[in-house]
């Protein structure tokens, strides 16, 4: 399995969840790794990407409450999210691909390889 993921749940708006992706080694070192989420009703979105170099990037609409970023050493990428909101619900699906970290436009149509998501919810 090329990507894991964990760290999903329940929270309060406001509150905090880190979400975790393990890669498999030559996943994590050929691609940029990434966050979609899926809104109920919505098309799978790029919100956080991150490069092999470790450059990021984060959709303008979470930034500064999001925040992505890796471990090398255990292969894993990480979505930190803090002040969460209830629009924030949604399942959160870790990917890689090129070109991830440096845009933000990528569909997910242009993703083949998927973690197996994971449920995030917001309760206001």
């Known amino acids: 399995v090329a990507l894991v993921e964990s760290g999903g749940g329940l929270v309060q708006a406001g509150g905090s969840l880190r979400l975790s992706c393990v890669a498999s080694?030559?996943?994590?070192?050929?691609?940029?790794m990434g966050w979609f989420r899926q809104i109920a009703g919505k098309e799978r979105e790029l919100i956080a990407g991150i490069s092999r170099s470790g450059d990021t990037s984060v959709k303008d609409s979470v930034k500064g409450r999001f925040t992505i970023s890796r471990d090398v050493a255990k292969r894993t990428v990480y979505l930190q999210m803090n002040s969460l909101k209830s629009e924030d619900t949604a399942t959160y699906y870790c990917?890689?691909?090129?070109?991830?970290?440096?845009?933000?436009?990528?569909?997910?149509?242009?993703?083949?390889?998927w973690g197996q998501g994971t449920q995030v919810t917001v309760s206001s």
């Open positions: 080694d030559r996943t994590f070192v050929t691609n940029d």
């Open positions: 990917a890689a691909a090129l070109g991830l970290a440096r845009n933000l436009a990528t569909t997910w149509k242009a993703v083949s390889l």
